[in-house]
């Protein structure tokens, strides 16, 4: 028998025990309203604080804070109302999800029978309840006694997402038992059998049978039980599924329910009830490649960091989780990473029913002292046990690690790789290794763990862009044949198990204040809002849904470009991102397609079928040299099928180039007629090799799109190449009625003064401008206030309907032919004016950043440039928009409508 404890509790905070308030659980401090100001900054890697000095700007703010013990008491007397003859019984009190907790029963310590951060805490209370008995539970989340700095900074406690909440959440029941019980069935598929593991606890010496049935099973199971004395017994057994038994698979929910019962020599009833599983095998194969059910899938993952801004905490029932996870899945993602903290039992529910697979960590994340920390090796494995066992009949749940980004010394690594060991003793149906991007993959993999996952092997990267702007999306130019062979390479020479990218991308995107609006829970938004109100100071408030929208666009672009580079490695399985929703601390790093309230973002860029486009499990490749050419260049390309579905993919692939301008077809072809494209594999099914004399129609510019298709289905892929008329870019030469300078100097000052036209385009340098930014093509990684090496810049603003583009295809954000030109320096402004190409900047500076600006000074016109075009000539882009700048100055449509003084363009160019 069950009885529900939930309700009306008194609660006394530490220190002030004199206080008595009132709070409802299950619930957190947070939602009673009862807590401090919140002005505490976790600082050194969890390991310390400070006082905030005034709002928080770098995460949002918790209406209501508290760290300590905080006393929770009732009397049960109308809870335990007709419950009063189990009295005599064996009494448990399990309570779902809390931080560290305690139980005192009419003052009486218990002790906890099991329980942690990421599994239910059950408490043994035969004996010891009367009618009238007071509880008390006792929550700590200052986590005595425990890894404070190792948990803190974790994603399970951090004021970073999910807010560091003192309470009780879930399930918080009282149940009784007979003197024997099961305590727990796990059942562990294994290709077609399974083996069955029971643990049952008696207070006493027990003879009987344990008797079990499912519609999977091709039979009854029985296992006989002569238990002697008191304790915890584990019994298995093993059984065989039916010959035609479903799969759980990459979104196939299949489930099966088992019933069972405990049954005493007499076939008296002691216990019974129903188990849910799935029977799935996960593992990898001989080439060290991720398998489910001996298929090689592409694992395309997404980190959840728990950010819950209503509640603060994660949501505890499955209807809510089946909306987290059907939003995840919209996107193309098949993999929830949990960083740094496990999630409740309702998530791994709704990934079941879903068929999504999970990888929860423990509540980890120290990068010095791993396993050192005081209390940190017991702690952490009570907690691994813990999560293995509780989670076991979960198909969902594939991987695990023992935290995020750990670093230690020879000790602590040592106790790694013994966690590790001791994991996949308990369990071999899942894979472990010892954490995801540990020593920031500095030193290397481990052997004994079942996969690599990491932002890079040694010196080189296994992601396109990390913290400083390094890695080749910045740094190379760019083109669609990148990959990470080179890399895996030298990991296969020693590693033969599955490889996959780490928070693979976190390209920021500025803030969407549409969310502000959402925030009706425990959570402040005081960062977003000291944005909003800098972007109306400066006055571009107006036009913030522009920026917005461009960021975003950027922003997946750079996505799309890492997911594919991994798709034209064959020896990774995939990759995890960071992420598709926007992160609400760290200095706030809103990344995301979607907001912290995993809501798609009210713009373009973010609908769900545009990012999944690029992110399914079977996309074709089109291995593009370069995507800028002129029309005397043909495009010469391999293309490959990324087939990672569930068939073998034979037929016809057809590719088509169609003008963007009317969307006219200009060249339809087949390039395999015969393909078999096996699953699990990258295939080369041909090349495509397309002249474009004629494709050009004419133009001086073209953008033109190669569509790559398999005939009658939905797998396609599309690629933008820039086409420039050679005959055009043969002659660039300014006007004669223009005045180019590298410098604003005298002459250029008399030029204006006598009514000319004036077009500054210094050197891309600091030398040259002074008061400017180094940019580079992508958005900001992560943040600038994270990392703050980083110069802030966030792409280009682009006035697509400005004369000057007239034979420029350009959209209003950076696309590949902009990547010379947005990978040099920007003009910092003594204040906002209209920008022809606005360079946005972080929401951290907001600095008046442009690129190229035009304006009437003194009697004359200016044209300004910081992108140092005479240096780029040997790019065809840059060649043609000089040339279009060039044509522009010299035509009646140079009217700048704006006006600057001399002192402007000087406070740029001139060193204080």
Same mark, same amino acid.
């Given at each position: ?73 009732? =009397? ?273 529910? $709704? ?35 813990? %999560? ?36 996949? =003793? ?235 301008? =009317? ?24 090349? %495509? ?83 400017? %930014? ?9 943040? $600038? ?69 035009? $304006? ?7 044209? $300004? ?48």
């Amino acid at each position: 028998m069950k009885v529900d404890i939930s309700g009306e509790y008194k609660v006394c905070l530490d220190g002030e025990c004199g206080k008595e308030l009132v709070a409802q659980l299950p619930g957190s401090l947070d939602e009673n309203k009862i807590g401090l100001v919140d002005d505490i900054l976790i600082t050194d890697q969890g390991k310390g604080q400070k006082k905030a000095k005034g709002p928080i700007a770098t995460r949002l703010t918790r209406k209501f804070s508290y760290y300590g013990k905080a006393y929770y008491k009732r =009397d049960l007397s109308e809870a335990l109302s007709g419950f009063e003859d189990e009295l005599n019984k064996r009494l448990f009190i399990k309570v779902e999800r809390s931080r560290s907790l305690f139980l005192k029963v009419d003052d009486r310590e218990v002790k906890a029978l099991r329980g942690s951060l990421s599994t239910p805490y059950l408490f043994e209370v035969t004996g010891l309840l009367k009618k009238d008995s007071t509880i008390e539970f006792i929550c700590d989340n200052d986590y005595e006694n425990m890894p404070r700095a190792g948990i803190i900074y974790s994603s399970t406690a951090t004021d970073e997402t999910q807010t560091n909440w003192n309470g009780l959440l879930g399930e918080m029941s009282l149940f009784s038992k007979e003197s024997a019980y099961a305590q727990k069935l796990n059942i562990y598929p294994k290709g077609n059998t399974a083996e069955i593991e029971v643990v049952v606890n008696t207070d006493k010496a027990f003879k009987g049978s344990f008797v079990l049935n499912s519609e999977a099973f091709a039979g009854k199971a029985h296992m006989e039980l002569d238990l002697e004395g008191a304790g915890a017994f584990t019994v298995k057994t093993t059984v065989a599924f039916k010959e035609d038994v479903r799969r759980w698979d990459e979104y196939e929910g299949n489930l099966y329910s088992c019933k069972w019962s405990l049954l005493d020599s007499k076939g008296a009833e002691f216990d019974e009830g129903t188990e849910t599983f799935g029977v799935r095998d996960f593992g990898y194969d001989d080439e060290g490649r991720l398998t489910i059910n001996g298929r090689r899938f592409f694992l395309r993952g997404e980190a959840n960091c728990a950010e819950f801004p209503e509640a603060g905490h994660a949501p505890m029932d499955v209807d809510s989780w089946l909306k987290v996870m059907e939003k995840y899945k919209s996107y193309g993602i098949n993999c929830v990473r949990f960083h740094s903290h496990c999630p409740v039992e309702a998530a791994f529910v $709704a990934a079941d029913k879903l068929g999504i697979m999970v990888q929860p960590e423990l509540s980890h994340w120290n990068p010095n002292d791993a396993f050192i920390e005081e209390h940190s090796r017991d702690y952490y494995e009570k907690e691994l046990r813990e %999560i293995i066992k509780e989670y076991a009949n979960h198909p969902s749940f594939v991987m695990l690690t023992l935290g995020n980004e750990l670093g230690s010394d020879i000790a602590g690594t040592r106790a790694m790789i013994e966690l590790v060991k001791m994991a996949k =003793d308990l369990d071999d149906t899942r894979l472990f290794a010892w954490g995801s991007n540990v020593f920031y993959g500095e030193k290397g993999f481990n052997k004994d763990s079942d996969f690599y996952t990491s932002m890079g092997f040694y010196k080189d990267m296994l992601r396109a862009t990390s913290p400083g702007m390094i890695g080749f999306l910045n740094n190379e130019y760019p083109s669609a044949d990148h990959d990470f062979s080179k890399v895996t390479a030298d990991i296969r020479k020693d590693y033969n198990k599955p490889i996959f990218g780490f928070e693979v991308g976190q390209y920021e995107v500025l803030p969407d204040f549409h969310e502000l609006a959402d925030f009706k829970g425990v959570t402040d938004p005081v960062n977003l809002k000291l944005v909003k109100e800098h972007a109306e100071k400066v006055g571009i408030l107006d036009d913030w849904d522009k920026y917005v929208e461009a960021t975003g666009e950027l922003s997946r672009l750079c996505y799309r470009e890492e997911v594919e580079s991994v798709l034209r490695t064959p020896a990774m399985s995939g990759l995890s991102l960071l992420g598709i929703q926007d992160f609400p601390g760290q200095g706030t790093a809103l990344v995301g397609m979607m907001n912290s309230h995993l809501e798609p973002k009210k713009y373009d860029f973010a609908k769900a079928e545009k990012f999944r486009a690029f992110f399914r499990e079977t996309l074709p490749l089109v291995l593009l040299p370069k995507y800028t050419y002129t029309d005397d260049e043909r495009v010469e390309a391999a293309v490959k099928i990324a087939n990672y579905g569930k068939v073998p993919l034979a037929g016809t692939f057809k590719v088509k180039l169609v003008d963007t301008a =009317d969307q006219k077809v200009i060249l339809e072809d087949t390039i395999c007629e015969d393909s078999n494209c096996k699953v699990g594999e990258l295939t080369e099914i041909g090349t %495509i090799d397309i002249s474009l004399a004629e494709a050009i129609g004419g133009k001086k510019a073209v953008k033109l799109e190669i569509i790559v298709s398999f005939e009658n289905t939905d797998i396609e892929n599309t690629y933008p190449i820039w086409v420039y008329q050679k005959e055009f870019l043969r002659d660039v030469q300014v006007p004669d009625s223009v005045y180019e300078t590298r410098t604003f100097d005298e002459k250029a000052i008399e030029v204006l003064k006598n009514g000319g036209i004036v077009y500054l385009s210094p050197d891309s340098t600091v030398d040259a401008i002074p008061s400017s %930014i180094k940019c580079q093509f992508s958005p900001d990684f992560w943040c $600038a206030d994270m990392f703050k090496e980083q110069e802030g810049s966030m792409g280009q603003l682009i006035d697509k309907k400005h004369p000057v583009f007239k034979d420029f295809p350009t959209d209003s954000y950076s696309q590949w032919q902009w990547w010379p030109m947005a990978s040099q320096r920007a003009f910092i402004m003594p204040q906002y004016i209209t920008s022809i190409i606005t360079e946005m900047d972080s929401y951290m500076y907001l600095r008046p950043m442009s690129m190229l600006f035009e $304006a009437k000074c003194l009697k004359g016109k200016v044209l $300004a440039s910081s992108m140092g075009l005479h240096n780029l000539l040997a790019h065809p882009e840059a060649r043609a928009l000089l040339l279009n700048i060039y044509r522009y100055l010299s035509s009646d449509e140079f009217e700048p409508e704006q006006e600057i003084d001399i002192s402007f363009i000087q406070k740029i160019m001139l060193k204080n």
